[in-house]
């Protein structure tokens, strides 16, 4: 059973626009999320977290939401740049887990010129 | 600052080979380390965790093995190898504190079992 779903495998947006990768998780017991952004062979990136005591977090052109009733979190990239195209990995994690971060299986994510 | 190692970057075996790959963490003292396969459209799955020397945790039943010989390096090795080895290892560390937990990638090894 996948307990952080990411269901839409691509997105394709135009540069300048706004990207929203979305997230759901089944565990209510997660209380940390992350998302990671990762180019074609190479390891990920830590791009931006929330803890579950916040509902946004914002960090230059990224922000992250998180609507706990829902079990849902998104990623907003504005304005979206052609570098931002990778593939962006959704992770959560909770303290009993042993910081086993469980992955989405991620949203490649294009951005057009 | 903190680095994390990996080698090689790519490796191409027979099937049946044994496989050794390395990780080695710098700049930090008594990290969790990690080993996740990123197989085509299946995301991240995590193979290993250690909490420290000579502790393994195993996720996921497998023809892998993980050793932590020391407290920054971790290996991952297979006696024989199957095709369906092939894909691509990222090793990780965290600091190992309780609460936030965000671990930090290797490069990565792609390995391709022929």
């Known amino acids: 059973d996948q307990q952080v779903k990411q269901n839409s495998p691509s997105l394709s947006v135009q540069e300048g626009r706004i990207s929203i990768l979305n997230c759901d998780y089944t565990?209510?017991?997660?209380?940390?999320f992350l998302w990671y952004k990762k180019y074609p062979a190479e390891g990920p990136t830590f791009l931006i977290s929330?803890?579950?005591?916040?509902d946004k977090n914002e960090d230059g052109r990224f922000t992250v939401f998180l609507n706990k009733s829902a079990k849902h979190l998104s990623l907003h990239i504005v304005p979206s740049q052609p570098g931002d195209s990778a593939v962006y990995f959704c992770a959560a994690y909770y303290g009993g887990s042993q910081g086993n971060l469980i992955f989405g299986k991620g949203t490649k994510l294009s951005v057009k010129p | 600052s903190q680095t994390i190692h990996q080698w090689p970057a790519t490796l191409v075996q027979p099937v049946g080979s044994p496989l050794s790959l390395e990780c080695t963490v710098e700049?930090?003292?008594?990290?969790?380390l990690y080993w996740y396969r990123q197989a085509a459209g299946r995301g991240l799955q995590l193979l290993f965790y250690s909490v420290g020397i000579g502790q393994i945790s195993s996720e996921v039943p497998q023809n892998l093995s993980a050793s932590r010989p020391q407290d920054r390096q971790f290996i991952l090795s297979s006696k024989k190898l199957l095709l369906s080895d092939s894909g691509f290892y990222l090793c990780a560390w965290s600091p190992g504190l309780a609460g936030t937990d965000t671990q930090y990638f290797g490069p990565g090894t792609r390995l391709t079992v022929l």
């Open positions: 929330i803890s579950s005591i916040k």
């Open positions: 700049g930090t003292s008594n990290p969790n």
């Open positions: 565990n209510s017991m997660f209380d940390y």
